[in-house]
């Protein structure tokens, strides 16, 4: 009998990282282990009122460590001996500051609490003008238009338009910012030993869809087009990359340092990184014209088609099309929605605030009474408006809300829109207005759908993995009725770690493609939403009156 080969996927989500092991040739979860960043948990370097999320690389190091340290503990003894490899995944576009030598600058001293010295996260919004700035200048500069492969409007979510607002924001991490790298990079490189910026293998996910990398334009923006935009840009192009590569391929083995605190062989494979929605949707086994969604806080919709088919096709208003970037060999197109879960959660947390506040000035409560109150009360807050607003029909509220409280990711980029509830009256409640979120996170799916088959994509099926596609048969139902399209839940609770653990089997040789590894490792689906008809009829009809809102609302702005 064999010896099994092992693999592990390492998913660093906007909360917390998971390290998983996995069985190569079946699929099968060995052990796993969480770890939820310290310093994020408490809110520190960070300041929602304005948009700026950012996180410690710290956080992501003792993640690293504590998970896979966790996990093979975990597993049955020896289980060490039978790892080949271990493949990254992280949220995106999620860049930070490096030093000559790769060292992000909140390493060091100087910038160890500098919120701008550390890792912009995927959801911080405070580009916004250099985004405008870098769309006009594309469209304007008398050459080349950067942001047609990302679908003609770049984010502020995005590499360029963070790095150019931390720049301006801050002349000290200027001063010292030899060069920039993503999260989904760093790691990988960390775990190697080869951190020098100049070295590192850098993904052709995050190059392509956040950096505007194409091999038209012999890599990334030309040096005039930056200084063109800012002179502040001058020089970092010859300080970042030229070459990508797909995260089927090697970046290196562990390095000595990272094998010894792990207790791991230094033979290992370290794979390329990607984004976490890519590699999740590998996991979730995506196939050509099958719409991949991962439900969490926001969504990252996936789909892949072959490369020629979509020929020259410029498929406008989503977050790119990148050939390789989530199988080798085909094209990957990424689209999405800045909030989904946060949605829910904003609610929530808007209706349990004014509660614990209220305990807090009491003089007649206990702290103790206090904390379980509130404890109570979180608990069954989601629950109880799911189950109160499934009771109401469709309609019958009249309330009808934008999904935009973080902007809009896609289709057509605009992070300054925000959200809006219409048709409110005495009469409205809680569970009327949590119905009309959930049906505007729906509908904001939907348009997503529109555009790709719009633009002549077709969508031939649909995937859901994450939290809410797990945890809310409500939500799920009310977006199947809204696409008028089954969705099928895939089986597997970690589909973007087991995604990364496909990659490493690859890229140590263990499976010859990614198509064999989603043979080999994939777990299915474990449920299947089908659409009632009469329900997509009545959603049809508030999707027209969705549409027409949101239009005006964004005249309005």
């Known amino acids: 009998m064999a010896t099994p080969q092992y693999v592990i996927g390492v998913d660093y989500g906007t909360d917390s990282v998971r390290s998983i092991i996995i069985d190569s040739g079946s699929?099968?979860?060995?052990?796993?282990?969480?770890?939820?960043?310290?310093?994020?948990?408490?809110?520190?370097?960070?300041?929602?009122?304005?948009?700026?999320?950012?996180?410690?690389?710290?956080?992501?190091?003792?993640?690293?460590?504590?998970?896979?340290?966790?996990?093979?503990?975990?597993?049955?003894k020896g289980t060490a001996l039978k790892v080949r490899a271990i493949s990254i995944d992280t949220t995106g576009s999620t860049p930070v500051a490096v030093n000559k030598q790769g060292v992000p600058l909140a390493m060091t001293k100087e910038f160890s609490t500098n919120p701008n010295a550390m890792f912009v996260l995927w959801k911080d919004h405070t580009a916004l003008q250099e985004a405008e700035e870098i769309n006009f200048a594309s469209k304007n500069w008398g050459g080349e238009d950067y942001t047609k492969f990302v679908g003609g409007i770049y984010s502020s979510e995005w590499f360029w338009a963070k790095i150019l607002h931390v720049l301006r924001a801050d002349p000290k991490v200027r001063a010292q910012a030899f060069s920039w790298v993503e999260h989904c990079d760093w790691v990988p490189a960390m775990l190697t030993g080869t951190t020098d910026p100049l070295l590192i293998n850098r993904g052709r996910c995050s190059a392509g869809h956040k950096a505007m990398w194409h091999p038209l334009f012999n890599g990334l923006p030309s040096e005039k087009f930056l200084v063109t935009l800012d002179k502040r840009l001058a020089g970092l192009r010859g300080r970042l990359f030229e070459e990508t590569f797909t995260s089927d391929k090697a970046c290196g083995t562990l390095s000595e340092t990272w094998a010894k605190t792990l207790g791991l062989s230094t033979s290992i494979v370290i794979g390329v990184g990607a984004f976490d929605a890519h590699m999740g949707a590998v996991g979730g086994e995506i196939g050509p014209y099958i719409l991949s969604k991962v439900m969490g806080t926001s969504t990252c919709d996936m789909?892949?088609?072959?490369?020629?088919?979509?020929?020259?096709?410029?498929?406008?208003?989503?977050?790119?099309?990148?050939?390789?970037?989530?199988?080798?060999?085909?094209?990957?197109?990424?689209?999405?929605?800045?909030?989904?879960?946060?949605?829910?959660?904003?609610?929530?947390?808007?209706?349990?605030?004014p509660a614990e506040k209220a305990l807090d000035e009491s003089g007649d409560i206990s702290s103790v009474t206090k904390a379980k109150v509130m404890k109570a009360l979180s608990s069954v807050m989601l629950p109880m408006l799911t189950k109160e607003a499934k009771l109401l029909s469709i309609g019958e509220t009249g309330i009808i809300a934008l999904d935009w409280l973080n902007g809009r990711r896609t289709p057509d980029a605009n992070q300054a829109?925000?959200?809006?509830?219409?048709?409110?009256?005495?009469?409205?409640?809680?569970?009327?207005?949590?119905?009309?979120?959930?049906?505007?996170?729906?509908?904001?799916?939907k348009k997503i759908v529109d555009r790709f088959m719009a633009e002549g994509v077709p969508i031939k099926g649909v995937i859901a993995l994450g939290g809410v596609a797990k945890k809310s048969p409500f939500v799920m139902q009310v977006v199947a009725d809204v696409l008028n399209k089954n969705i099928k839940v895939a089986k597997s609770e970690q589909t973007c770690a087991l995604g990364a653990a496909m990659f490493a089997s690859v890229a140590s040789g263990i499976h010859p493609t990614i198509k064999h590894a989603q043979k080999a490792m994939g777990q299915g689906f474990e449920k299947e939403y089908r659409p009632i008809a009469k329900n997509a009829i009545k959603y049809q009809e508030l999707y027209e009156q969705y549409s027409r809102i949101a239009e005006f609302a964004e005249k309005s702005l």
Request: aromatic share 10%; charged share 20%.
């Open 417 to 445: 829109l925000t959200g809006a509830i219409m048709g409110l009256t005495l009469g409205s409640g809680a569970a009327g207005i949590f119905r009309s979120l959930v049906e505007a996170t729906a509908f904001g799916a």
């Open 303 to 353: 789909l892949v088609a072959p490369t020629k088919e979509i020929g020259d096709k410029l498929i406008k208003g989503i977050c790119g099309q990148v050939d390789g970037s989530i199988i080798p060999g085909m094209l990957g197109m990424e689209a999405g929605q800045s909030a989904f879960g946060d949605v829910y959660a904003w609610f929530t947390k808007m209706l349990l605030t």
């Open 27 to 76: 699929g099968r979860e060995i052990s796993s282990a969480v770890h939820y960043y310290s310093r994020w948990k408490t809110g520190r370097f960070c300041d929602p009122g304005k948009n700026m999320f950012r996180q410690h690389p710290l956080d992501y190091i003792e993640g690293l460590e504590k998970t896979i340290k966790q996990a093979l503990s975990d597993a049955p």
